[in-house]
């Protein structure tokens, strides 16, 4: 265990009667060291399914000439987005666990959460990507091969990517310039920002203002925009005259949905409900909700709710089982 006496790594700046931060030391959940082993494993155990589940997904629409299609490629990228993400996360966790306490570089603070931060930007561009798609194949279904050629589709998943890391490329130069002086620890399992702007001894007023004005936007409005398509979907399917229609209409929508509602209903609590005076074990779990939990029940609602995405899976597994055998 990390000695909390020794976490400062104090460096005297040029010039300055201050000292600046060369590392954090990640708390974790000190309330729980009695049952760290045990947390450990669970955890190991979680990313191990949520890193194979989002895989034999990619995996399955790569090799599946079924599900060479745009809704399925839009799947694949957030699939490889949700194993990014909780790789991003998980690996650093399960050390503070196990050590209970765990330092981390200043730079590799940083570096996490500008990961972390540009690949949940890219979760929430995926997932109006996908609003979009679902929304021509319902609202637009004659036009949608011509609409949705394989050009657009990477057109939006590489803009996706691209958006997402640039806009946090900003804020995690900003938040570079930030001075540091001590305390360095962190009472969480990753870097995440308003721990970091807690820690921070000049002003984060331009760091909190910068990151409502580029991270807001390209976090929420792509909700705004799925919200949006979601309604032209939803009085597109009831006009639909047969209830079986209707029914085979709206079972498109229902995977990527759950995701959305799932995805977003925990940044929103996290972010916009909880005040940052809230209780530390809420923000910490609802953090593992979508950094652990989101990653892993994607793969589950997708494989369970989708027919096409089953029978790959199914046949994958027969074709595995009859080479081994």
């Known amino acids: 265990m990390i000695d909390i006496c020794c976490v400062f790594d104090l460096q005297v700046m040029t010039g300055k009667n201050q000292t600046t931060v060369t590392y954090f030391v990640l708390l974790g959940f000190p309330n729980l060291h009695s049952l760290s082993i045990l947390l450990f494993l669970l955890f190991l155990l979680l990313f191990f399914l949520t890193v194979a589940g989002n895989l034999l997904i990619i995996f399955s629409v790569f090799i599946s000439h079924n599900l060479h299609s745009p809704m399925y490629f839009f799947l694949s990228h957030l699939s490889s987005c949700d194993v990014l993400l909780t790789t991003a996360i998980v690996p650093l966790m399960l050390r503070v666990i196990i050590a209970e306490g765990e330092s981390i570089s200043f730079l590799g603070c940083i570096t996490q959460f500008y990961v972390f931060g540009a690949l949940a930007t890219t979760e929430c561009l995926l997932l109006s990507v996908m609003s979009y798609d679902r929304y021509m194949a319902i609202c637009q279904p004659l036009r949608y091969a011509f609409l949705m050629d394989s050009r657009r589709c990477y057109n939006l998943v590489f803009w996706s990517w691209f958006t997402a890391f640039m806009v946090m490329l900003n804020t995690a130069i900003q938040m570079c310039r930030l001075q540091f002086c001590g305390p ?58 047969s209830a079986t229609g209707r029914q085979k209409a709206f079972y498109t929508c229902s995977s990527h949905l759950t995701v959305v509602i799932l995805y977003y209903g925990t940044l929103i609590v996290a972010y916009l ?53």
Not at 196 to 216: H, K, R, Y
């Open 273 to 325: 409900l909880l005040s940052k005076e809230n209780s530390l074990n809420i923000n910490k779990l609802l953090s593992l909700l979508y950094t652990v939990g989101t990653p892993l029940i994607n793969p589950l609602i997708y494989s369970l709710r989708n027919k096409e995405i089953k029978s790959a899976l199914l046949k994958l597994v027969y074709r595995k089982t009859m080479g081994l055998s």
């Open 184 to 241: 360095n620890v962190i009472n969480h399992f990753f870097c995440d920002l308003n721990p970091l702007l807690q820690l921070a001894c000049s002003d984060t007023s331009f760091v909190e203002i910068q990151n409502l004005i580029t991270g807001g936007p390209a976090t929420f409005l792509p909700l705004l925009f799925i919200c949006g398509t979601y309604i032209y979907i939803f009085i597109t399917i009831l006009r639909i005259p």
